[in-house]
């Protein structure tokens, strides 16, 4: 049976893309340091590099070691790039060029598209090219794709707007054996052609107590807090976290480059009496879950694009629902709907 491995910069981008993989395969999301531990029963596997924010060659060799490891096991690889061009891009690609390499940044539900080698979003336009860096790469649109695809290696860059795009590049990528990459969606619909997974369904608990966990500084999350606030949700900051037990909803917002010691293995013993936990901030909840010492994330779903539900297994947190959200992620209204989505959850 094929099975489909992506590999991710961070977590909240392995969680997001593993959500949108759930609808088809059964999936979980594993740091590198713990990859032995993959299920054997999971079809679809996301691996999170943590390599977001370190040097270029550490990160090239992480996803050097999971390509390997997938390689050997048989996996089908994709490779996510962060929905906002950040990272180590053209490190973390380089040891996946001994295939074709086919990239494409276009998320339709959030208008986001990808057109003559840039990515293009309302007013802004960014370079996909500068971000490959050395890694030469052709511009092409779909139809070029299509009929060249046999004679092509390297990088390539496709244009896309719509799922459909989406779709025709995804079956060209699959029946040329080419690597998928992208924020998710590609992905998602190359995993889908390859895998014909059975989808389990988990016991989950209904969810009474929410914790938000909000570690991100970006002007977007900032102003998802304050519409929470003014919604009635209690926000306060992690130093003032001993007052947890007296709130069923509270956003703990801080700035984890400035407390990132707060985040300790007592913070994570009083988020313990929570049902389920909103993470914002890639580093954020990769912090959260080693410090949890937590296995891997079980995939349930998603409450939007890139926003990726899971059940926590193992660790200090074993069985506790988790959601995760980048900073740039959603409307001003994002919380509010992760809360009544979580509402609804049994």
């Given at each position: 049976?094929?099975?489909?491995?992506?590999?991710?910069?961070?977590?909240?981008?392995?969680?997001?893309?593993?959500?949108?993989?759930?609808?088809?395969?059964?999936?979980?999301?594993?740091?590198?340091?713990?990859?032995?531990?993959?299920?054997?029963?999971?079809?679809?596997?996301?691996?999170?590099?943590?390599?977001?924010?370190?040097?270029?060659?550490?990160?090239?060799?992480?996803?050097?070691?999971?390509?390997?490891?997938?390689?050997?096991?048989?996996?089908?690889?994709?490779?996510?790039?962060?929905?906002?061009?950040?990272?180590?891009?053209?490190?973390?690609?380089?040891?996946?060029?001994?295939?074709?390499?086919?990239?494409?940044?276009?998320?339709?539900?959030?208008?986001?598209?990808?057109?003559?080698?840039?990515?293009?979003?309302?007013?802004?336009?960014?370079?996909?090219?500068?971000?490959?860096?050395?890694?030469?790469?052709?511009?092409?649109?779909?139809?070029?794709?299509?009929?060249?695809?046999?004679?092509?290696?390297?990088?390539?860059?496709?244009?896309?707007?719509?799922?459909?795009?989406?779709?025709?590049?995804?079956?060209?990528?699959?029946?040329?054996?080419?690597?998928?990459?992208?924020?998710?969606?590609?992905?998602?619909?190359?995993?889908?052609?390859?895998?014909?997974?059975?989808?389990?369904?988990?016991?989950?608990?209904?969810?009474?107590?929410?914790?938000?966990?909000?570690?991100?500084?970006?002007?977007?999350?900032?102003?998802?807090?304050?519409?929470?606030?003014?919604?009635?949700?209690?926000?306060?900051?992690?130093?003032?976290?001993?007052?947890?037990?007296?709130?069923?909803?509270?956003?703990?917002?801080?700035?984890?480059?400035?407390?990132?010691?707060?985040?300790?293995?007592?913070?994570?013993?009083?988020?313990?009496?929570?049902?389920?936990?909103?993470?914002?901030?890639?580093?954020?909840?990769?912090s959260l879950i080693n410090m949890s010492k937590a296995n891997y994330l079980e995939s349930i779903g998603e409450v939007m694009p890139l926003v990726g539900v899971s059940l926590i297994k193992g660790g200090l947190l074993d069985g506790k629902v988790i959601i995760t959200k980048g900073g740039i992620i959603g409307?001003?209204?994002?919380?509010?709907?992760?809360?009544?989505?979580?509402?609804?959850?049994?």
């Open positions: 049976m094929v099975k489909f491995l992506v590999i991710s910069d961070d977590l909240t981008g392995a969680n997001g893309v593993a959500g949108m993989m759930t609808g088809h395969c059964s999936t979980v999301v594993i740091s590198y340091k713990s990859i032995e531990l993959i299920p054997s029963d999971a079809d679809c596997v996301v691996v999170n590099t943590e390599s977001r924010l370190i040097e270029a060659s550490a990160a090239e060799s992480r996803v050097k070691l999971v390509a390997d490891y997938a390689e050997a096991k048989g996996f089908i690889i994709g490779k996510r790039i962060d929905s906002a061009l950040r990272g180590n891009i053209e490190a973390e690609l380089r040891p996946l060029l001994k295939r074709t390499i086919v990239v494409t940044d276009t998320i339709p539900e959030y208008g986001r598209f990808t057109e003559g080698g840039y990515t293009i979003l309302g007013d802004s336009r960014v370079s996909i090219i500068e971000k490959l860096g050395g890694i030469k790469a052709r511009v092409m649109s779909i139809n070029e794709f299509k009929v060249s695809a046999g004679n092509l290696n390297g990088a390539v860059i496709v244009d896309s707007r719509t799922v459909g795009d989406i779709i025709e590049i995804a079956q060209v990528i699959h029946n040329n054996g080419f690597t998928s990459v992208d924020p998710g969606p590609l992905n998602t619909q190359v995993s889908r052609l390859y895998v014909k997974g059975k989808l389990r369904k988990p016991s989950i608990n209904e969810v009474k107590r929410i914790c938000f966990i909000v570690g991100s500084t970006h002007e977007n999350t900032i102003r998802q807090i304050e519409k929470a606030r003014r919604s009635g949700i209690k926000v306060i900051n992690i130093k003032d976290s001993n007052s947890l037990q007296s709130y069923d909803e509270v956003i703990v917002s801080f700035d984890l480059m400035k407390d990132r010691d707060y985040l300790n293995e007592d913070f994570i013993r009083q988020v313990a009496q929570f049902d389920a936990l909103v993470v914002s901030g890639g580093e954020t909840a990769n409307g001003e209204d994002a919380y509010l709907r992760i809360r009544d989505y979580l509402r609804t959850l049994t």
